[in-house]
C-alpha cells in the first residue's frame, strides 16, 4: 500500500469511529456495558481484521481495526453486514471479559470458546473464529454453536458406549496366537497357524488343517475352551 493510499485510508477514520461506536453504544445500552468509551486504533494490517485487547500490564484495553480491510479487500469494498460482523465479533471478545457469562455456557474454554460464543448470540455475531465473506449476511445458527455436548446425557452415554468399544476393539487387537503354533478346533480337529492378520476390531488367523485351510477369528478360538494346544 502506497502513501498516497494510506491517507486516503486514514480519512476514512472518522467515518469507522462513528459507525463502531454507534453499534457499541446499541450494544452498551441492551447489555449495561462500557465498550464504546473503549478507545479503537486503527491499523493497516494486512492480516489480521480486527482485535480486543483487554487491560495488561503492557496496554490499554483497545480495539484494533484494520483500515485496509474495512474499505477495501482485494479491491471489493467489505459489505456493510459482513463490517458489522466483524465489529460484532470484537465485541464479543469485549464482552467475555465485563459480561457476567452463566455457568452453562462455561464448559469450553478458549478465545472463541463457549463463553465467547454465548456473547456472539447476543450480539448476533457469526459464531465463527475466522473470517469468511458473506458470513455476516448468513442466519447463524447458535443452537448449534452453543451445544455443549458433555451436558447431554444421551451424548455422555453414547461417548461411553463408544469409549468401551474402542477399548473392546484395542483389546481384541492384541494378538494371542503366534505363526506355527498348533491349535485344537471343535469341528476341524487340529490346525497350525499358518498366518495372523490383524484387522480394525481383531486379529483373523489362518489355519491350516487337514483338509482345508480356514481364516478363523482369534476371539472366537480364545472364547471358546478350544484353546492353544499347551
Ligand atoms: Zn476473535
Known sequence: MDIRERQFLEKEIPH???????????????????GAEVPIKFSFEENVLGSYSPKSEMTQEHFTFSLYFISFMNKDPMHHLDKIDLYAHEYAHYMQYHYEIPQKHLWQPGKHGSAWKYCCSLVGAAPTEFYRIGEGLKKHDYEKALYNPHADKNYVLKDRRSQEQMYEDKRRRVIQYAVGEEIEHPKYGKGIIEEIKPYDRGVHLNIRFKDESKLIDQAWLARTRYKKRT
Open 16 to 34: 469507522f469511529q462513528r459507525e463502531i461506536k454507534n453499534l457499541y453504544r446499541k450494544f452498551d445500552r441492551e447489555f449495561g456495558l462500557h
